[in-house]
């Protein structure tokens, strides 16, 4: 491993010799034409090779309909022009909650969610042309350890205990598991909300799997006893009972994807695809397995991401020049995270033979992102080029590259983690950089009552 350094590349070929240096794994190309490919996605096909990742706001309404905020976000994303939009973390159940303004699609808000939709389509059209239509899909999750329906404190729903993260979300190991009986109530609730999104006129759904929310922990619950716990059959259980419950409540013509981790960078028995004895050192059987048993189930999208936002390696998911509060240094180069990343999608992607895979770990590069992400498509290493925290900061980018060839560095993210310092402030996340007279204030006021949390907190024990 390298020292971790900020980006400071001017020139492409600059970029490329500190690669070179690194001895990783990063490909470049000049000839951009396979971001401009149209890519299969079960019965759908999106016009390019461009797709906007889930990117939670915090910021939907009370009921979990899209709010103002929302509805810009998504008109923004769909003005930029990506083949693929992949709508943030949607709650299956209320308790499910990561935030109580986190998006929920009901039978009661269906309605909203279709004029939110629509409005996305209509915005593509103004900026892309009237033939242009994106593939949009719906993420549906539930929180588990990381709910938090209502207030300012969580209300955790655990898979097992975990003696590195319990301790961070005030958990004591007296607190109980969540039963078998509950977890077995799920399916249906992901089929419900699977018919709500169909309704409203989502091409698909994804059953989110990944950043240790309910169904990632359950992928590494080898602690936990009975039918959802232990061996690999047990732990995927309810990931696949969910898929099924969609597909035969949505239909052979609707997408089911699925986002999930390939990595956790967290000690055994608690992570998954870890090493029994070096959790740093990535063991591909299960993540493999898990592969063969989504395209056996007939998943029709796969999105491979890895790590845990709210734990300390989030570099292991999204490298960063500067990150949250509280988070160190990683040590390691950002080009040596993107690396590991991309080889995890490389390998997914040729396990999952046609069933598109969409990468990650772009943004970090900047302006450079053409020539890697046309690199890697070319190459078959995905399918898709997708864009974060990039998306947030600099929506158009797709069009801007389709269109002229590159991407500006004036706009891109700067990977300064103020997007993620406002969810962990418990505020409404967005770029507080490139987007500042909308999100800068909204970052401030979050810093100020998280502060004020903070201080109360530390009075509170000395007393």
């Given at each position: 491993m390298s020292k971790h350094e900020k980006f400071a590349f001017k020139e492409l070929s600059e970029i490329k010799k500190r690669v070179k240096e690194l001895g990783v794994e990063i490909h470049f190309q000049d000839d951009l034409s396979p971001l401009s490919e149209p890519v299969r996605i079960g019965n759908r096909k999106a016009l390019n090779a461009f797709a906007v990742l889930p990117m939670e706001g915090c910021d939907s309404n009370q009921d979990g309909s899209p709010s103002e905020l929302v509805r810009r976000r998504y008109r923004r994303f769909a003005a930029g022009g990506a083949g693929l939009i992949w709508w943030e973390a949607c709650a299956v159940v209320p308790e499910g909650r990561a935030n109580p303004l986190q998006m929920m699609i009901t039978e009661e808000n269906t309605e909203k969610f279709a004029a939110a939709?629509?409005?996305?389509?209509?915005?593509?059209?103004?900026?892309?042309?009237?033939?242009?239509?994106?593939?949009?899909?719906?993420?549906?999750?539930?929180?588990?350890?990381?709910?938090?329906?209502?207030?300012?404190?969580?209300?955790?729903?655990?898979?097992?205990?975990?003696?590195?993260?319990?301790?961070?979300?005030?958990?004591?190991?007296?607190?109980?598991?969540?039963t078998d009986e509950y977890l077995s109530s799920l399916p249906e609730f992901y089929a419900k909300a699977a018919v709500c999104a169909k309704r409203a006129g989502f091409d698909g759904v994804d059953i989110k799997a990944c950043h240790r929310y309910l169904m990632s922990e359950l992928l590494a619950a080898f602690t936990r006893p009975g039918k959802y716990g232990g061996s690999f059959e047990n732990r995927t259980r309810l990931l696949k009972d969910s898929i099924r419950a969609v597909r035969k409540a949505a239909g052979d013509d609707f997408i089911i994807a699925c986002r999930f981790n390939v990595f956790d960078a967290h000690p055994y028995p608690y992570g998954f695809g870890c090493d029994t004895e070096e959790f740093w050192k990535f063991d591909p059987s299960e993540p493999l397995a898990l592969v063969k048993m989504l395209c056996e189930e007939g998943i029709d999208l796969l999105s491979n991401s890895a790590g845990n936002p709210y734990y300390i390696y989030p570099q292991v998911t999204r490298p960063f020049d500067l990150s949250s509060m509280g988070i160190p240094v990683p040590d390691e180069h950002p080009l040596e995270s993107i690396s590991r990343a991309f080889s995890f999608t490389r390998m997914i992607q040729e396990a999952a033979g046609d069933?598109?895979?969409?990468?990650?770990?772009?943004?970090?590069?900047?302006?450079?992102?053409?020539?890697?992400?046309?690199?890697?498509?070319?190459?078959k290493s995905c399918r898709f080029v997708g864009l974060g925290r990039s998306s947030i900061a600099y929506p158009d980018a797709p069009k801007d590259v389709l269109s002229g060839g590159r991407m500006e560095p004036k706009k891109c993210c700067i990977t300064c983690s103020k997007c993620t310092q406002i969810m962990r402030d418990q505020g409404r996340t967005g770029c507080a950089v490139r987007d500042a007279k909308t999100y800068l204030p909204l970052y401030q006021e979050a810093r100020k009552a998280a502060e004020a949390r903070e201080n109360k907190a530390d009075k509170e024990r000395r007393s």
């Open positions: 939709l629509k409005e996305s389509r209509d915005a593509a059209k103004e900026t892309m042309g009237e033939d242009f239509e994106a593939v949009h899909i719906l993420q549906l999750t539930h929180s588990g350890r990381y709910s938090r329906p209502s207030g300012t404190k969580g209300s955790p729903i655990i898979a097992q205990h975990d003696p590195l993260l319990d301790p961070r979300g005030g958990i004591s190991e007296s607190d109980p598991v969540v069933v598109p895979v969409v990468g990650n770990a772009y943004t970090w590069l900047r302006q450079f992102i053409p020539y890697v992400g046309a690199a890697n498509l070319a190459d």
